[in-house]
């Protein structure tokens, strides 16, 4: 249960910083999912969000 809540705000923490990080890449890679509902841009970036947490796993492990 921890883990799906941390999950979930890293996503939107990821939700909101989407824009500076497109320059990066990230928000496009396969796996994101982008759609238009009802004129309202829905980005999911599920991939990017993946490799960000396994970034900062990566990095808390050799801290």
Sequence with gaps: MR???VTFIF???ILTCIPTLRRFGLGRLPGDISFKVFGRQI???FMST???FMAAVL???LL
Aim: proline share 7%; net charge neutral.
């Design 3 to 5: 883990w799906a809540l």
């Design 11 to 13: 996503l939107i923490v």
């Design 43 to 45: 980005e999911l970036p």
């Design 50 to 52: 993946i490799l960000l």
């Design 59 to 61: 990095v808390g492990k």
